[in-house]
């Protein structure tokens, strides 16, 4: 098969709040309200996502951390429960989830022609980290979609964000080459929050929004620094500020996510549609779509 493609580039932040305000039966405790501005938003992306029509989810999450290389979920079908190690008062989380194996090997096969380190994920009891489930619940909640779940190789840890950019553009361009050999319409989730400095503690009702702000202003001007960007479709320019913005704003781009999916993209000058901005636990979070012309919604 040929003549698949990437149909949109996602910026799909994954704070476990955002599903526990939405009360889906998978998910075991109540929320009242909260968070409607970003929630709203990935409504907004939801509608355009299913007009435009995708074979399958493909998301790389910064909670599935890898420190020998990238690694793709080899199994093809999953579920458990899922638990946030930070708010397991808000996300307790029943999965059971497909994985489309066969494009998350042809991936991997490209990426190891791309000179990465990979590995196939094949433990039955694998658990799935909860960036890729609320990602990909928020995008598609009925779940109806396969999933290729790609792992955060932790070069910017060990080395730098210059060089997780070079590698993670060696990661889009081999998931590029993927895609368009396996005929299908593809969709892909960069699963991160852009400024990421928690708040150390919580409201005792979490969804209270009277408590809810950014963490400085600072955090907030990297944010609008980088959106602007992002809407006046200067890509190139996103990349080129990481290295800054992901230091100054502690940003979860250091997981990659957001580079490999420009990178799978072409780097194209190209305006985003910004769905959504706003913060949880004093996060910055953006649901972002990128559309390629002859596919825009
Ligand atoms: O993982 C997260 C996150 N990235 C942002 C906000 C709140 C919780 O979890
Ligand atoms: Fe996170």
Redesign the pocket.
């Known amino acids: 098969m040929s003549n698949g493609r990437i149909v949109a580039g996602c910026l799909a ?5 955002l599903v526990y305000a939405e009360n889906p039966p998978q998910n075991e405790p109540r929320a009242e309200c909260g968070w409607e501005g970003l929630r709203w938003g990935y409504e907004r992306m939801r509608k355009d996502l299913d007009r435009i029509g995708y074979d399958v989810l493909i998301v790389l999450s ?2 599935w951390q890898t420190y020998i290389g990238t690694h793709f979920l080899g199994v093809p079908r999953c579920s458990s429960l899922s638990v ?1 190690p ?2 397991p008062n808000l996300f307790r989380y029943r999965y059971d989830l497909e994985v489309d194996v066969a494009l998350a090997e042809s991936i991997r096969d490209e990426a190891e022609r791309e000179g990465l380190v990979t590995k196939m994920m094949r433990n039955p009891d694998f658990r799935v980290d ?2 890729t489930i609320t990602s990909c619940h928020l995008t598609n909640p009925t779940w109806d979609k396969p999933i290729v779940a790609i792992s955060s190789c932790r070069a910017t840890a060990w080395y730098s964000v210059e060089v997780m950019q070079e590698q993670q553009l060696a990661l889009g361009r081999a998931t590029a080459r993927a895609v368009a050999a396996s005929g299908k319409r593809a969709v892909l989730l960069a699963s ?2 852009l400024s ?1 400095r ?1 708040f150390t503690t919580e409201a005792a009702v979490p969804e209270d929004m009277s408590r809810e702000h950014v963490t400085s202003h600072a955090l907030y001007l990297w944010d609008m620094r980088m959106l602007d960007l992002m809407r006046q479709g200067k890509n190139q320019a996103v990349l080129d500020l990481m290295p800054e913005f992901t230091t100054q704003a502690i940003s ?1 781009t250091d997981s990659g996510a957001l580079t490999w999916m420009l990178g799978a993209l072409g780097v194209p000058e190209l305006p985003a549609e910004v769905y959504a901005y706003g913060t ?2 004093g ?1 910055g ?1 953006a649901v972002v779509g990128w559309y390629p012309p002859e596919v825009t919604p």
């Open positions: 932040p994954h704070p476990p709040h910064p909670h946030d930070i708010f909860y960036g991160n929050s990421h928690h979860e949880v636990i996060t979070n």
